[in-house]
């Protein structure tokens, strides 16, 4: 294939709400194993996701927990369907009495909440079910083996990159966490509901409701009294990240702590520190940013039915139990009260990643990592361009350990090439993906006038592509000055 023009840059992508799992009518049943878009759904609450970008939401209708692949379809991850004691050894054989909670780990366990059976359960890899945390018993907590000491009524979960899970318990009103060795310790609240008094999180009064952590391990806290979403960093320190202590009126963007949250519900968090909060009173959805600055992403304000497949802030919505998100930003909502589970993110893929790019003779070997989201329907091919994006030509792919390679061929000595890739589907193209590679020091002009490029590999902006400098006596693969913004 030798270089070429064909399409111009895609529009900036626009959030759509689409349909992920449940029927389209909502039916209220039993889950079914097999396409999720063709089973109805009971009450689906907590969500989470693995490395592998498979959703886990417990059903609490069906009293089961399902995973749903890449593909869409949906396979029973944990319980029987029926009301009972909790029974360790194979997950899809044991009765369970009110599952709530759930989270996954960086591994692919998924941890479990029945608040009514007074524990936490973790289902490994194998699929086999054993106690994590909590004796079945109502009392007071201790600190220390996690299997042993009462956890009274556990009904939210997160983890943490450590491997750590955190779980949030009713009465008393504590969050829990519970190290990769099963050591229980409290992490915040006093147990008690009050304001919430910033400074040590343990020395303060809350009502928790739901949890996440982000990259860094900062615990957020979803308060249900406060209506607002609370920060506690690793070092145990607490303070008021979104919400102004108000339960009523409209959600606005701007500073987080300036707007109220209506009753902050669901929760996720993603590996950069933006925070995800639902809101129970008008189902909308919020952005947070490490800096505190809050972007409602979905949903009108008017409590109602979504309209699917349109622009999600144009749509109504009804609340999210349970929230997650990937690392393109794109969020998955539990839908309760709708029987679905929802995707709110751009139609079009995200960027390829890593781009890298080498030459051979006149042919230019170009290397990438698959988008993280493929958008609203499959990849149907990858694009190239060898200016910086400002015109492209369709490149063949094969696929190998993970990553995609193509080839563009007659390409010309002496002659610098910017090379980005993008990702097309049915409803358009990606943004650009650019290369990670950051030459350590300046790169010297090269012979029969080459352009010389000096790297910064401290910019904490989006790249503007691979800068391929072929020239006589060789090539050299460098990547441009980060430009902000793009």
Known sequence: MAPGTSATAAPPPVAVITRIAGNASGTTGSAVAGPALSSPLNYPYEIGRDGAGNLYFVDYGSKRAYKIDAAGTMTIVAGDGTTGAIVPGAATGSPFQALQGLAVDSTGNVYLADPASRRVVKVDQAGQLSYFAGNGSNGAVVPGPATSTPVPIPYALTTDTAGNVYIVNSTPKNVYKVTPGGVLSIVAGTGGTGPNVPGPATSSPMSPNNVATDGAGNLYIADTTSCDVLKVTPGGTLSIFAGNNSCSGTITDGAATATTLRHANGLAADSVGNVYVSNWDTGQISKITPAGQLTVIAGTGTYGLPTYNGPALASSMRQSEGLAVNDAGVVFAAHSDNNTIDRIGPATPSAPRDVQAAMSGTTLTVSFEPPVDAGTTPIT???????????????????????????????????????????????????????????????????????????DATSTTVGIGVLLLVAGLGLRRLVGRRRAGH
Do not use: F, I
């Open 381 to 455: 091919g990858y694009e190239v361009s060898l200016d910086a994006g400002a015109t492209w030509m369709t490149l063949a792919t094969t696929a190998a350990g993970g990553r995609r390679t193509g080839n563009v061929s007659g390409v010309t000595a002496g002659t610098a090439y910017q090379v980005q890739v993008r990702a097309v589907n049915g409803s358009g193209a990606s943004d650009a993906g650019a290369g990670s590679a950051v030459p350590t020091a300046p790169v010297a002009a090269a012979p029969g006038g080459g352009l010389a490029v000096t790297g």
